[in-house]
Each structure stands twice: as structure tokens, then as C-alpha cells.
């Protein structure tokens, strides 16, 4: 092997830049996996839940006062009557459409009806399911459910984009006061406050669809709002300074 061969099979891969396209298709693919490990596992504790007797109200009106209770919050916390009927509709019209899109409407239809099945084996499955109606109401609820928390989600992204900002023009001042000042470099720390910048808009969207309980979504979202503009102004400030 030549030095060049095994200076160049050495050589660090160069990371994705987020403005690259397999930078914003890694964030899509990211996005698209927390929302479904959210959604599947909502509805696992939703069903324990119900198995262990552990809700008020109990069964699947469980998870109908959820969605109940939080579009209620969208339609109070927003005074202006124009934008209340807004996000009522924006919510209402994503949690339908993840009912429809993931197949639970058709499924919930083809249960409850009378229609005689191909073959009898049909016939039994449906029966077993409707004895295990209560757990399926409650799977069609909570998916609704998760489709208006991710109306809820899209929504908190401008706030994201405006803190984001913001820290980013201050992290640029500390950066050039570090440079003229003479300020000490530090690749590892620049590069361990950035890998927190993705568990700021991952973790509170997981914990937010997953939440077995009505959670306001200033209580969850705020904090890591904040959070995620603490580290874009640490990270920035502690950008190299010489490039």
C-alpha cells in the first residue's frame, strides 16, 4: 500500500452539513422516526393502561378525554377568535388525516360491519377483535390524538427558527469578541455543544406524542425552546475562529 492510499483510507469523513440535501434528508428521516416510535409506543402505554386498570377515565374513554382536553387548551389559550378556529381546524383536520392515512379507519370499518367475510377464518378474526374492541377504540383515539399533537409540533417550529436566530447573532458577536480578544480555541467542546442541539428538537417532540396524559404544550416545549437556543449561541460563539 502507498502513503497516499493509506493517508487517504484515514482521511475523517466530512460530516453532513444540514444545508446539503443528505443533511436535510438525514433531519427528514429523523423526524419521520420519532414520530412513528412516538405513535406506536403511545399506543402500547395506552394499552397497558387499560389492562392494568390505571385510567380515569377508564378504557378508551381514556384517551377520547386526551384529545378532548387539549384541543380545548388550543381553543382557550388563543384569545383571538380567528386564530383559535385556526388551530381547532389545523388539529382536527392532522389528527384525521393520520386516522385515514394509517389504515385504522378502513380497519375500524371492516370490524364493525355485518358483511359475510371470503372464508369463515375471517369471520373469527373479526369476532376476536371486536372482543378486543376496547383496546382498538382506544389505538383509533390515541392515533387522532398524536395527529393533532403533531399539528402542535409543526407549530412550535417558528419559535425554534426565532430563538434559533436570535442566538445565533449573539453567538456570532461572542465569537468575533473571542477573536479579537484572543480568546482560547476548543474544537471539543464546539463539537460536544453541537451534538446537543438535536436532542432539543427530537426528545421534546417524542415525549410530547408518547405522553400517556394531557400535557400543555408550553410545559414541554418552552424549556427546550430555550434550551436549544442556550447551545445554537454556545456552539456559534465557540466556532473556530479562523476559517
Known amino acids: ?21 443528505p443533511g436535510l434528508l438525514d433531519h427528514v428521516v429523523a423526524f419521520l422516526t420519532v414520530t412513528l416510535l412516538g405513535w406506536l409506543l403511545s399506543i402500547l402505554l395506552e394499552w397497558c393502561g387499560i389492562a392494568l386498570g390505571g385510567w380515569d377515565p377508564p378504557g378508551a ?7 378532548r382536553t387539549e384541543l380545548h387548551w388550543l381553543d382557550r389559550d388563543f ?43 375471517l369471520d373469527t378474526i373479526r369476532q376476536v377483535l371486536r372482543y378486543w374492541g376496547e383496546y382498538l377504540l382506544a389505538a383509533a383515539s390515541i392515533t387522532q390524538l398524536v395527529g ?57 417532540i417524542f415525549l410530547y406524542l408518547i405522553s400517556p396524559w394531557s400535557l400543555h404544550p408550553t410545559t414541554i416545549f418552552v424549556p427546550f425552546i430555550l434550551g436549544f437556543g442556550y447551545f445554537v449561541q454556545r456552539t456559534v460563539a465557540r466556532f473556530k475562529k479562523y476559517l
Open 148 to 204: 393533532a399533537r403533531l399539528v402542535v409540533v409543526v407549530l412550535t417550529l417558528p419559535a425554534y427558527a426565532m430563538v434559533g436566530v436570535m442566538s445565533l447573532v449573539d453567538g456570532l458577536v461572542q465569537r468575533d469578541l473571542r477573536r479579537f480578544g484572543g480568546g482560547l480555541e476548543s474544537g471539543l467542546l464546539y463539537h460536544h455543544l453541537k451534538a446537543m442541539l438535536r436532542p432539543m428538537l427530537s426528545l421534546p
Open 61 to 67: 374513554d381514556h384517551s377520547v378525554h386526551l384529545l
Open 1 to 21: 500500500m502507498s502513503p497516499r492510499t493509506g493517508y487517504a483510507a484515514s482521511a475523517p469523513v466530512e460530516p453532513r452539513r444540514i444545508w446539503s440535501v
Open 79 to 121: 384569545t383571538t377568535p380567528l386564530v383559535a378556529g385556526r388551530l381547532i381546524e389545523w388539529a382536527s383536520w392532522g389528527a384525521n388525516l393520520l386516522y385515514h392515512w394509517s389504515g385504522l379507519a378502513g380497519f375500524m370499518r371492516w370490524v364493525v360491519s355485518d358483511q359475510p367475510a371470503p372464508w369463515a377464518g
